[in-house]
């Protein structure tokens, strides 16, 4: 199977609570997928990009306390949340403002995924949403978040764990790199035999 691109896109419009995660792939609104995100045993993902609704004109009307209404992405593997204070403790994540979904030419990230957050073999892995400063329940909003991901499968996913060992940073142009190295590394002994 190798190694493949994803993005997945969550769109919210049905009835979100205000100050409650909700997760993009099972939480139950917007458009989700039927179990959560997960790796097999010869799986590896690499999350590379997290993105989420800035404030929107639509949540603005919506309510009167308008104000810092912000959305939020947190990504979490197995049970622990991925973005922390100071202080070790879970916050909400990235805020929309600093990584907008969907990008508009004039808004662009301040916020960049780097490194790039790993996802080991049979790891359960979510991005968490949350919508900040409502005054209440909103409805028919037009909510986003966006997560892009490469997912190494088989023999791939068996080199970004070496690269994961050898503390090189897993990504294609690596993981190519080393099959071109174990190729060379091959066609020696062989030639030299």
Same mark, same amino acid.
């Given at each position: 199977m190798a190694m493949r691109s /994803?993005?997945?896109?969550? +769109?919210?419009?049905?009835?979100?609570?205000?100050?409650? /995660?909700? #997760?993009?792939?099972?939480?139950g609104t917007g458009n989700n997928i039927t179990k959560p995100a997960e790796t097999t045993a010869t799986q590896f993902v690499v999350i590379e990009q997290v993105a989420s +609704?800035?404030?929107?004109?639509?949540i603005?009307?919506?309510?009167?306390a308008n104000n810092g209404t912000q959305m939020y992405a947190q990504v979490r593997i197995n049970t622990t949340d991925y973005f922390l204070d100071p202080d070790n403790k879970p916050n909400d994540g990235i805020p929309g403002s600093a990584s907008p979904?969907?990008?508009?030419?004039?808004?662009q990230p301040s916020f960049n995924l780097y490194p790039d957050i790993y996802v080991l073999p049979? /790891?359960?892995?979510?991005?968490?949403? +949350? /919508?900040?400063?409502?005054?209440?329940?909103?409805? =028919?909003?037009e909510l986003q978040a966006f997560v892009k991901y490469t997912l190494y499968d088989g023999p791939d996913a068996l080199i970004a =764990?070496? $690269?994961?060992? $050898?503390?090189? #940073?897993?990504s294609p142009a690596n993981v190519d790199w080393y099959k071109r190295s174990l190729i060379q590394q091959q066609s020696s002994v062989v030639g030299g035999v």
């Amino acid at each position: 199977m190798a190694m493949r691109s /994803q993005l997945y896109e969550w +769109t919210g419009t049905t009835a979100f609570t205000p100050d409650n /995660q909700s #997760s993009i792939f099972i939480g139950g609104t917007g458009n989700n997928i039927t179990k959560p995100a997960e790796t097999t045993a010869t799986q590896f993902v690499v999350i590379e990009q997290v993105a989420s +609704t800035g404030a929107s004109p639509q949540i603005y009307t919506a309510t009167a306390a308008n104000n810092g209404t912000q959305m939020y992405a947190q990504v979490r593997i197995n049970t622990t949340d991925y973005f922390l204070d100071p202080d070790n403790k879970p916050n909400d994540g990235i805020p929309g403002s600093a990584s907008p979904y969907p990008r508009l030419l004039t808004m662009q990230p301040s916020f960049n995924l780097y490194p790039d957050i790993y996802v080991l073999p049979g /790891q359960v892995w979510d991005v968490l949403v +949350t /919508q900040r400063g409502l005054a209440v329940a909103v409805t =028919n909003t037009e909510l986003q978040a966006f997560v892009k991901y490469t997912l190494y499968d088989g023999p791939d996913a068996l080199i970004a =764990n070496k $690269l994961l060992e $050898l503390g090189i #940073s897993v990504s294609p142009a690596n993981v190519d790199w080393y099959k071109r190295s174990l190729i060379q590394q091959q066609s020696s002994v062989v030639g030299g035999v």
